[in-house]
């Protein structure tokens, strides 16, 4: 097949991925001060970080519309066989009811569901476009893809709930305790809902040693086509977390990302995951 891969800009996927695999993406909106910006067309992680640095209130996402999503489809239907377009978790956002409503309007474009958020809805946008490719069937990828949601392995360390506590996911006690403790929580998505999987003690750098420990050591079911790291603003850290991974598993493609407006207008600056697909 001869198909286009869209996704919504929340698959957090770089600019050289996105050009490997001509993937478009669309932006979802970001409230600020009441104004309206496009998520990294008019406003950036960085711009969000300072605004808050400065004192400002905590940004908001707002969904794609249905408007817009007829507008990428009417462009990109009639040049393929198939469109296959990769939403952020509908548990997450209204983006997938919007695009879902879109498509009807077009034959040949398919929405998913990808029932995750970030790099891990990126997984799956990935796999749309490395599998179309080889296959002859729309229906045959879309099930693939379906199935292949359920093996998305997504969760992110927090190093500060400041921006959790301005957004009213955390009380002002959990904060006060989190910071005396040193508590640093790992917040993982499982069925297609985010939650709070466990929590570590100490400073961020050791912390980040035994997360990525406990995720890849002595697993028989990881897929290691990929993983991906991702965060807002934790450069620092990358390099070191790319050596821990090493110790425990040895993946073709070790990649960073740095996650958009989204993940950090809800967690803010100091959030960092390890994103990977289990076998089938």
Known sequence: MNIKVTADSTCDLSSEILERYNITTIPLYILKNGEEFRDGVDITPADIIAHVDAGGELCSTTAVN????IEMFSKFSPEYDAVFHVNIGAEFSS???????????????????????????????????????????????????VKL???????FIMDRLDYMRKGGRCSAVTLLGANLLQLKPCI??????MGVDKKYRGSFKKCLDVYVKDRLQ?????AYDRIFITH?????????????????AEFDEV?????????????????LGILFIRKE
Not at 66 to 69: H, R
Not at 103 to 123: M, P, T
Not at 188 to 193: A, L, S
């Open 149 to 155: 949601t359920y093996r998305i392995e997504a969760s």
């Open 255 to 271: 990649l960073e990302t740095h996650a958009g407006c989204t993940v950090t207008c809800h967690c803010g600056p100091g959030t």
């Open 218 to 222: 002595g697993r028989g079911d990881i």
């Open 66 to 69: 249905v408007a817009d999503y």
């Open 232 to 248: 807002p603003a934790c450069d620092k850290y990358v390099e070191h977390v790319r050596g821990e991974i090493a110790k425990y």
């Open 188 to 193: 993982g998505v499982t069925d297609g809902k």
């Open 95 to 145: 983006c997938y009811q919007n695009a879902c409503t879109a498509a009807e309007e077009f034959k040949n474009v398919y929405v998913i569901d990808s029932r995750n958020l970030s790099s891990g809805q990126g997984h799956v946008v990935v796999e749309a476009a490395i599998k179309g490719g080889a296959m002859d069937d729309p229906k045959q990828l879309y099930d693939y893809l």
